[in-house]
């Protein structure tokens, strides 16, 4: 089930799975884990392109986080606090004793209710929770009270033993309640459906901040770099350039903020110029959040991003190359080293470091294009049809694929170990399509 609803909503949505991005959430998700115990299954942390306030978690260990609810979060204790409550649902099963106790429960209507959730308002949605209440599944989506307070409790001592702040909990649970209180009828936004109560949640996370106040009152907020470089990364991605560049500005107004906070606005206007290629100011501003954060090798990345754009090709090469050197686990880097090296026309080196990138990341779609792309310009057009029909697949499009991995088992050129890659992602497909 979790492998139909992982490729569901890559067709219905455009993760966003950068490698900076994905490395930053599943790394917070699996230190969630490390204090959570065994595990049945991997997880895989996702964030999703949508302006909804949604997160949901699926079977098999799937936690998908919206771009919109990313949006309303200011502090990375109020990130980990959600996601904790998510694996509370996966580690306490609610999700699969909803599932047992409904009626004619099949995998299928079960993946129509999830997929109904994850898309959330529109036709599409509402034709797809029709069909799923029809079958009697939608209903047990929806969390009970005591699910809701066991998934909280498990987040809050997850939390503690961390070593993070529960005041991330109860500023987010503040801020669903101040959302939930501002929507009306069919407005409510899909996270405070399938996760309600947040006035009762609220009081009982408050209850035990309140108990164990002398045992907390120590715990520092942690560093919000790495969140706050993560939040305004996506919102450059995700929101009009306009809009965006007021909402940065209108917060550099306030009095209350700390220098740290102030200096990662600039970062986010600093990517804001860059995707509109004022690579000037784009490198001005980030040169300073560089000067404040001077062991953050993720930002030279950045840089190097910026060179790029403004066609410095050797200058871009060099910042980056220092950037790898300094982390060689950051996929980012590496990701960004293989372009460079291709625009530089070493397509050698572009591979060396493309591949790294595919054996770390090997569900990361992107860079199954640019080995394509690659293969194609090296003439192995085998080899490229090999990897644009995984790109295809891991994008959702399944006709596409099975075109491209027929073109690739008809050519002679294809590496021998690719054939019967094609024979198990055949399978795959497959398997999808029952």
């Known amino acids: 089930m979790g492998e139909k609803l992982l490729y569901q909503i890559r067709l219905a949505f455009p993760l966003l799975d950068d490698p900076d991005l994905y490395q930053y959430i599943n790394d917070l998700g699996g230190e969630v884990l490390e204090v959570a115990g065994f595990q049945y299954f991997d997880y895989r942390f996702n964030i999703i392109n949508s302006s909804q306030f949604n997160a949901f978690a699926a079977p098999s260990g799937l936690v998908f986080f919206y771009s919109g609810l990313i949006e309303k979060m200011d502090h990375e204790d109020e990130l980990v606090s959600v996601l904790a409550h998510e694996i509370g649902h996966v580690v306490a099963r609610h999700i699969a004793k909803g599932m047992e106790q409904g009626s004619k429960i099949t995998i ?4 129509l209710a999830i997929a109904s959730l994850a898309i959330g308002a529109g036709a599409l949605s509402n034709a797809l929770f029709t069909g799923a209440m029809a079958a009697g599944q939608a209903a047990n989506l929806h969390f009970s009270r005591q699910h809701e307070e066991e998934a909280d409790r498990l987040a809050y001592g997850w939390m503690k033993s961390m070593h993070r702040n529960p005041v991330g909990q109860e500023e987010m649970l503040q801020e669903m309640r101040r959302i939930n209180r501002y929507t009306m009828g069919n407005n409510v936004p899909q996270y405070l459906l399938t996760h309600p109560y947040p006035d009762e949640r609220l009081d009982y996370v408050q209850s035990l901040i309140a108990y164990e106040k002398d045992e907390l009152k120590d715990m520092a907020s942690s560093d919000d770099f790495a969140f706050l470089r993560m939040k305004y990364r996506v919102l450059s991605l995700v929101k009009d350039g306009k809009k965006l560049r007021n909402y940065f500005n209108s917060k550099l107004t306030s009095t209350e903020l700390s220098e740290s906070d102030k200096i990662m606005l600039y970062y986010g206007l600093s990517q804001l110029d860059r995707m509109e290629n004022n690579f000037e100011s784009s490198r001005k501003l980030l040169q300073g959040v560089i000067e404040f954060y001077p062991g953050q090798s993720i930002l030279l990345v950045d840089m190097g991003i910026v ?12 910042i980056i190359t220092k ?7 950051d996929m980012w880097a590496a990701f960004q080293l293989a372009r460079v090296w291709e625009m ?4 050698s080196k572009a591979e060396r470091y493309f591949m790294e990138v595919q054996e770390n990341m090997p569900e990361y779609s992107k860079i199954y294009f640019e080995l394509g792309k690659l293969k194609s310009v090296k003439g192995e057009q085998g080899n490229s049809a090999y990897y644009l029909g995984k790109y295809n697949l891991y994008e959702g499009r399944l006709k596409l694929a099975r075109h491209n991995f027929n073109i690739a088992m008809k050519s002679s050129d294809i590496d021998d170990g690719f054939k019967s890659d094609i024979k198990s992602m055949r399978a795959l497909m497959k398997r999808l399509e029952e």
């Open 307 to 318: 060179e790029m754009g403004a066609g410095n090709k050797k200058k871009a090469l060099e």
């Open 323 to 329: 950037a790898y050197d300094m982390n060689r686990h």
């Open 108 to 111: 299928a209507t079960t993946l």
């Open 344 to 347: 530089l026309g070493n397509l």
